[in-house]
């Protein structure tokens, strides 16, 4: 016979305020084990964004706003370069010592999975994913865009025509196969 009072072990055994204690526990010490990684990798991204802020900040119409081709431009370019980062099958080797292949997914992209631990894998966990890292992508365009907009004019718009030209190419493919 199985006593009420006492927990076999199992979570789902437990009573809901020992189950609540025991998940409490359990997320505190997950959380606990990145959670100094988690914070250099944002006191790194906070502190390049601040310093590339107060840089800029001399120049004339350093804080112009962005008419929309220029809002087309790097939002192409920020989904491209995201995915060519996080997914490309030709820059695995720039995520290899962070992350580890799983997976062909087609059309030259793969799955990778973060390796390791600490801030390995807290950046392992950030360049395998291309939502992560458009943030950090968006800011250094955007950064770019005023600091030197010639060439970064250059590098959205090859990236912007490169991410059309892959819609383009998924379209041809779809209707070529069901059309």
């Known amino acids: ?15 809901a305020g020992d189950q609540l204690q025991q998940q409490t526990e359990a997320d505190t010490h997950r959380d606990r084990r990145h959670l100094r ?13 601040t310093v590339s802020l107060v840089a800029l900040k001399g ?6 706003g962005l008419d929309v081709k220029s809002l ?6 920020t989904q491209h370069l995201s995915r060519l980062i996080a997914k490309d099958s030709i820059t695995e080797v720039v995520r290899a010592p962070f992350s580890s292949y799983v997976e062909s997914t087609g059309e030259g992209e793969v799955n990778d999975e973060p390796k390791g631990s600490g801030l390995q894998r807290v950046i392992g966990e950030l360049i395998t994913c291309p939502f992560c890292l458009a943030q950090w992508v968006a ?27 892959d819609f383009v190419q998924i ?6 196969n069901h059309g």
């Open 139 to 165: 800011t250094v365009l955007v950064f770019g865009s005023l600091a030197a907009p010639n060439l970064t004019e250059v590098v959205t718009t090859t990236c912007a025509l490169a991410r059309s030209s």
């Open 171 to 176: 379209a041809y493919d779809q209707l070529k």
């Open 1 to 15: 016979m199985s006593n009420p009072d006492k927990p076999s072990g199992s979570i789902a055994t437990l009573p």
């Open 37 to 49: 990684a988690y914070a250099l990798l944002l006191g790194t991204y906070v502190t390049g964004a």
């Open 59 to 64: 120049r004339r119409n350093y804080l112009r």
């Open 72 to 77: 087309v431009l790097l939002t192409l370019a």
